[in-house]
């Protein structure tokens, strides 16, 4: 047997349909799409359309709430890296490292929200931490080490005056109740 000799079970490889190439084919004319119209042509986008009923994705309620826009992006940095650009010599363990000389040592381009140091890999150098989130394992690595943990949340600035609706609502109520006379 020859690699040309091998073939398929018959009738495993059907040919493809050759659709509008005229009337013997049996698939001429409309070629399988129907009328005219806009499913005739190409490029449709009625996916969800049904005929005008208001369709299913708009008759059911919204549901949940997506943090996207408000959620704090972190840089996660690991164990194996931190040993790693301290053996370099890029991190100075006398100092307290925080995300600026993690960005300086190259571990990260931009502090971003903040750092959180994950576990995995060993820590051997005595060093003090000051990061926005680490893991258990990783505290205890550090610690392990004859190191410590600090974590730091960034500070939150509030809004002087209240903005979207609480500004709508605020200014509703400094505004004086209509239909009263000012005595």
């Known amino acids: 047997m020859k690699l040309n000799q091998i073939a398929d079970n018959p009738g ?10 005229g009337i013997g084919s049996g698939m001429g ?39 996207t826009p408000f959620a704090v992006k972190l840089n996660e940095v690991s164990l194996t890296k931190l040993q790693a650009a301290v ?11 925080d995300a600026e ?7 990260m381009r931009r502090a971003k929200g903040g750092v959180k140091i994950l576990g995995g890999g060993e820590f051997k150098a005595k060093a003090n931490f000051s990061v926005f989130g680490a893991s258990k394992s990783a505290v205890e690595a550090i ?3 004859g190191g410590s943990v600090k974590i730091v949340k ?6 002087a005056e209240p903005r979207g609706k609480n500004k709508r609502m605020a200014l509703e109520a400094a505004k004086p109740a209509k239909g009263k006379k000012a005595e």
Request: charged fraction near 35%; charge should be positive.
């Open 12 to 21: 495993a490889r059907k040919n493809r349909m050759r659709i509008g190439r």
């Open 29 to 67: 004319k409309t070629g399988g799409r129907g009328g005219k119209g806009q499913t005739a042509r190409s490029g449709v986008r009625i996916k969800g359309f049904e005929g005008g009923q208001m369709p299913l994705h708009r008759r059911l309620p919204k549901r949940g709430f997506r943090n």
């Open 87 to 97: 053996d370099a010599g890029k991190l100075d363990i006398k100092a307290t490292i």
């Open 101 to 107: 000389a993690m960005v300086k040592a190259g571990l």
């Open 143 to 145: 610690e392990k080490a």
């Open 154 to 159: 960034p500070v939150v600035e509030e809004d």
